[in-house]
């Protein structure tokens, strides 16, 4: 049996678990990530440390997922938007030469879109567009349960597709109008104090939606029309019609995928073979990517660094 520890690095947050071949895998451990290089390092030499321990089986193997950009192949972070603090830090060196490892690395957008069809909620799916929802927007695309990277090597990024003005807020890419600044976590927020929803972070705002307040409901609405209109410009590039979503947001998702159903039907009513067959919400976002790195180290289709 082949076991292998699976790191999410985020901006947070850095969680971990080992997995196996056979679908077992451990407790999950999150540590929280200091906002420097060196204290980074030192958590995930814990992490790391404390996953091997609690695994079954001596383990070789370190999937790690984290935002980019990253350059995959010499596994160095190049300048993370999120995380300036990691800019330059040489991951590579650090899991093999200094901690023993063979390191597989992969952006974490695009390992969630691979855990989704692997373990999520669109296990067996061979096509699919899965975008992760939260303080950015992240995409995988997926074509024969493999990433699809274009001829770049860290694939596309489907968050910087331009949606249209009137959103002023720039993009972490220097841009306005992206996808992202109007599908993200603070532009939810922005609809939510639109409307007056009397809210100062976004996990109180899911209160006023079990209490069916108008206000939150419309701004659900609203938020699933800009997503419809989103997905609708996604599949008509890539013809895939299989859409997983992920991230904190997904949680949202059953209310606001049935208005970015209507937008889709609406949008796409002339070329129906377009329309979505299927929109799911990852069963537990916070696995996606986790999932994603074992599938790649199963498969081996990951890239060694
Ligand atoms: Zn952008």
Known sequence: ??????????????????MDNSGNSGRIIVLARPKIQEGTREALAVIIEEISRDCPQSVKRVGLASAGPMDITRG??????NMPELKGFDLKSFITRDLGYELVLENDAQAAALGEVF?????????ALVFTLG????????????????????????GHLYLGPGRKVRCG??????????????????????NKVNI?????????????????????????????LYLSQVVSVFGI????????????????????????????????WLIPDTICCSPD???????????LMIHDSGSMV
Not at 1 to 10: A, P, Q, R, T, W
Not at 150 to 158: D, I, K, V, W
Not at 285 to 292: V, Y
């Open 1 to 18: 049996m082949n076991v292998f520890i699976c790191i999410d690095l985020g901006g947070t947050n850095i969680r971990g678990t080992w």
């Open 76 to 81: 160095v972070y190049l300048d993370p938007t």
């Open 119 to 127: 373990r999520g909620c669109l296990a067996g799916r061979k096509d």
């Open 135 to 158: 303080t950015g927007l992240g995409s995988g695309v997926i074509i024969n349960q493999s990433i699809w990277r274009g001829r770049l090597p860290a694939g596309p990024e489907l």
């Open 173 to 194: 890419c220097g841009q306005t109008g992206c996808a992202e600044t109007w599908l993200n976590a603070s532009a939810l927020m922005d609809l939510a104090i639109n």
């Open 200 to 228: 100062k972070s976004l996990r109180e705002f899911d209160a006023y939606l079990l209490k069916n307040d108008d206000r939150a409901l419309k701004t659900m609405r609203q938020y699933g029309r800009r997503l419809g």
């Open 241 to 272: 019609t299989c859409i997983g979503l992920s991230g904190g947001l997904s949680r949202l998702g059953p209310y606001f995928t049935e208005s970015a159903r209507e937008v889709l039907a609406h949008r796409l009513n002339r070329r129906q």
């Open 285 to 295: 976002p916070e696995m996606s990517a986790l999932w994603g790195m074992c599938a």
